[in-house]
């Protein structure tokens, strides 16, 4: 094993799709979260309802972990098929936890096999088979070397919302069930040494879905589209509460159409999809350009062409993101490259949305919108910017789109006494009427695109640009969106030190900051999951850098640390 | 003071269209509504497609969203739900919502969304100077069938008593008096309401005529609460005689009041 991934453990879940493997990647992070680790876990699975092979992997350390690595230290089966598929990234020493009814037929594999009567523990105890994870959970939980006590505390915690009395009943007898054999226990932190602060298990899906409620989210509306569904899915729930209206419409073209008739109306509106949901929107993201009514979209990304691997992850729409929707308009385009900056950056783009009254793209991807990271949102950190307002007194007639030095036009609602409000896909004069007069034409589109300015002043305030590693390095890695995982993980494990230079504004784009973050680089590497090395060509588009040394991955799959760091090492 | 609705833009409708019709009907509707405090004018929004009847949203001095080609129906359901204090219509034409982006003013009936749909229905695409729409009828000369088409024609009021809109009618441009009267019951209406407003194209598919000799109002003892004798007196137009009037209307609970 690499020195970088030493103090970090890995414990994997696999079975077939219906098995609950998703939950049980959720719960295990839960557990070990509650412990005061931090955890990073991802879900790997196919695209259908029932079989195929699901499996979650769960990193976790004292310290941040930022992705998960291959290299297993537990494996809990549901089915034969996970053993074999796991057994060659299993560490020397791993614990492999197996349903009962597989065991004899793994002989061939001569691997230390615990066996767990988990289908049998649940018909004996009346759950749902989906739940029977839930008793390896126990059995896990004994390993760590908790008490009995400590371990149902915790699942009563994890197992709140899905039946917490079966599931720890579950628990138990899987607990109990190590105890009896005698086996080892590993040495853990223990809950009384928990930190004080412990953070939530989250999802980036979840987390742009917080960032958007800070940001004064007041509707959301979705076409479930894998990998963008978990946020339309958690603002329905959550959103009841909150006086939210979540609206899953006929299709996406209905989706953005009705989110611009609510931000007309004066609705915060979201809508969230994946990136072939934004190609079927693109007509409409240019009305929301021309019309200027505010809206935000969550973009996640899986791998295209067309359906492509439709449950797989992929960066392969940086460019077709800044380019969606035709003719020319300013947008914002912002790629949060983990939890936390998913939930900074979508409450920015919101806000963003209303300060200048264009389309902000929340740029995602599957790796990222379904991986689940311990962190603690700042949820008080971010609030709404409800943009610039007309005086409506009637003193003077209102004109939506009335030409101001900032470009930007000071918004009324419709029923505002006083003011007609008029929004329209038609080039338009000042009252929002169609025009074909060149010098009005002219005038609007330099309105429209004098709001950029205002966004390159916001530079200074916001994270356009971060960087990590030696600052001083004359090798500099630069990658944009999920890809920061891994990739500062694999910082860990170079053969010398490299600043890592991460870019999170897309659109506009701080030029001056990547020119001079990039400035002395005598090894400069790209590092994308896609084929045709978008940054780097949006880097070159911008500052005139070329960047030769490309680690390209485009088979479906997020970056893993290691691999990574192997790849970046041949150019060092 | 009566109201002035209308804007400094110039009408450029072709002379003579029944487009200005339906635009003096609705002025006065308008007009009407808020003179009688009926509703306030800075609570209603008009909608529109894109099309020659898409113009309308030019020519009134109102809060109007004029959205893209065949989108307008989800833009108005948003329009709603964001506030439903607004009385929201829009206007529609067969291109824009019986050939692009039909199934929204489908999924709209069904869901009874509290807006009115006036359909400007001339059975051309004129603005693309004529070619054959989703209600022209079959034979139809246009630019992509110089042999005439080959299509069945739509039969709209049909569909929306199908997809479940709990008001439907017909009424032909021409008549001023009672396409006013129509488009305010429409308005007046809890739910999803559409209006077939037969608006001949005085240039590409000339049908005045043919209406004039064949449109009849439904008579008085109509059950317009029967979703049987709508659908009979919808599917009762023929090649002799096509009925105007309200077909359907009946209460049922809206989208806005559901979600």
């Not at chain 1, 098995?19 to 955890?39: P, Q, W």
């Not at chain 1, 919108?369 to 949102?377: G, K, P, R």
């Not at chain 2, 439903?84 to 039909?102: A, K």
């Amino acid at each position: 094993m690499d020195a970088g991934s030493s103090t970090i453990r890995t414990i994997a879940i696999g079975g077939a799709a219906g098995d609950g493997i998703r939950e049980a990647g959720i719960n295990f992070s839960e557990l070990l979260n509650e412990l005061g680790y931090k955890t990073f876990s991802s879900f790997d699975y196919p695209s259908l309802i029932r079989g195929g092979h699901n499996y979650s992997r769960v990193s976790y350390a004292e310290h941040i972990v930022r992705a998960d690595y291959r290299e297993l230290d537990v494996l809990v089966a549901v089915n034969a098929e996970s053993v074999r598929i796991h057994a060659k990234t299993l560490k020397p020493d791993a614990r492999i936890f197996v349903e009962e009814a597989y065991v004899s037929e793994l002989a061939d594999l001569n691997l230390p096999l615990i066996s767990i009567p988990m289908k049998k523990i649940a018909e004996e105890t009346n759950a749902p088979q989906v739940a029977r994870t839930s008793s390896a959970f126990g059995a896990y939980g004994y390993t760590l070397g908790i008490t009995l006590d400590q371990l149902k505390k915790i699942a009563a915690k994890v197992f709140a919302n899905v039946g917490a009395d079966i599931n720890v009943a579950l628990v138990e007898k899987g607990y109990q069930l190590m105890q009896k054999s005698g086996r080892t226990q590993d040495e853990c932190r223990l809950p009384e040494e928990i930190p004080d602060e412990i953070g939530e298990v989250i999802d980036g899906n979840r987390a742009v879905a917080k960032g958007f409620l800070a940001a004064g989210l007041e509707a959301y509306v979705g076409y479930p589209m894998t990998p963008s569904t978990s946020t339309l899915q958690f603002l329905a729930k959550a959103g009841k509460e909150r006086g939210l209206k979540v609206v899953h419409p006929e299709d996406e073209i209905a989706v953005i159409n009705m989110a611009l008739g609510m931000s007309y109306a004066g609705k915060r509106v979201a809508v969230g999809t994946a990136n072939g949901g934004v190609a079927l929107m693109q007509e409409s993201l240019s009305l929301a350009g021309v019309s200027e009514v505010p809206i935000v979209i969550l973009e996640s990304m899986r791998m295209g062409p067309a359906t492509g691997v439709a449950t797989h992850t992929s960066q392969g729409d940086l460019q077709f993101t800044l380019h969606v929707g035709h003719g020319e308009f300013p947008r914002f385009v912002v790629a949060p490259g983990d939890v936390e900056e998913c939930f900074v950056c979508a409450a920015d783009a919101l806000n963003m949305a209303w300060k200048y009254q264009l389309p902000a793209i929340v740029l995602s991807d599957k790796h990222l919108s379904e991986s689940y990271m311990s962190v603690t949102l700042d949820e008080g950190s971010k609030g709404p910017d409800l943009g610039k307002r007309a005086n409506t007194d009637g003193e003077e007639p209102y004109n939506r789109y009335k030409i101001t030095e900032d470009g930007i036009s000071p918004l009324a609602f419709p029923g505002t006494k006083g003011a007609v409000v008029k929004a329209t896909s038609y080039e338009h004069n000042e009252e929002g009427e169609a025009t074909e007069d060149a010098h009005e034409v002219t005038e609007m589109q330099d309105k429209r695109f004098r709001k950029l300015q205002g966004l390159y002043h916001d530079f200074a305030w916001f994270p356009t640009v971060k960087t990590y590693g030696d600052q001083n390095s004359d090798a500099i890695v630069v990658f944009w969106g999920s890809t920061k995982g891994a990739a500062l993980e694999a910082a860990k494990q170079l053969s010398r030190p490299a600043k890592f230079v991460q870019i999170l504004w897309m659109e506009p784009f701080d030029t001056e900051r990547v020119k001079s973050e990039l400035y002395g680089a005598k090894v400069l590497i790209d590092v994308e999951a896609n084929h045709t090395a978008q940054l780097a060509a949006l880097i070159r588009e911008k500052t005139g850098i070329e960047i030769h040394n490309k680690v390209l991955k485009y088979d479906a799959q997020p970056f893993t640390p290691t691999a990574l760091a192997e790849e970046i090492n041949k150019f060092l | 003071m009566s109201l002035d609705l209308a804007t400094d833009t110039k009408i450029t409708w072709c002379p003579g269209c029944p487009n200005s019709q339906i635009l003096v009907s609705f002025r006065q509707a308008v007009e009407e509504f808020v003179a009688d405090g009926t509703m306030e004018l800075q609570n209603i929004v008009a909608g529109a497609g894109v099309g020659c009847h898409g113009k309308i949203s030019d020519y009134l001095e109102v809060n109007t969203f004029n959205s893209l080609h065949g989108r307008i129906v989800p833009t108005l359901t948003g329009i709603k739900l964001a506030n439903p204090t607004l009385e929201v219509v829009g206007f529609s034409g067969d291109g824009d919502s019986f050939s692009e982006g039909f199934n929204h003013i489908t999924h709209a009936a069904r869901r009874n969304t509290d807006i009115s749909l006036f359909l400007h229905n001339n059975q051309v695409f004129a603005l693309t100077t004529g070619q054959a729409t989703s209600t022209s009828t079959r034979g139809f000369k246009g630019g992509t069938t110089p042999q005439g088409s080959i299509d069945e024609p739509m039969n709209p009021a049909l569909i929306m008593l199908a997809v479940g809109a709990t008001f439907v009618a017909r009424t032909i441009a021409s008549d001023i008096t009672k396409t006013k009267e129509i488009l305010k019951a429409a308005m007046l209406h809890k739910g999803f309401a559409f209006v077939d407003i037969i608006q001949p194209c005085i240039t590409f598919f000339d049908t005045r005529e043919y209406y004039k000799e064949r449109v009849h109002w439904l008579s008085e003892k109509h059950e317009k609460k029967s979703l049987d004798a709508a659908f009979d007196a919808v599917r009762g137009a023929s090649e002799k005689k096509v009925p105007l009037g309200i077909f359907y209307q009946v209460e049922k609970p809206t989208f806005e009041e559901l979600v």
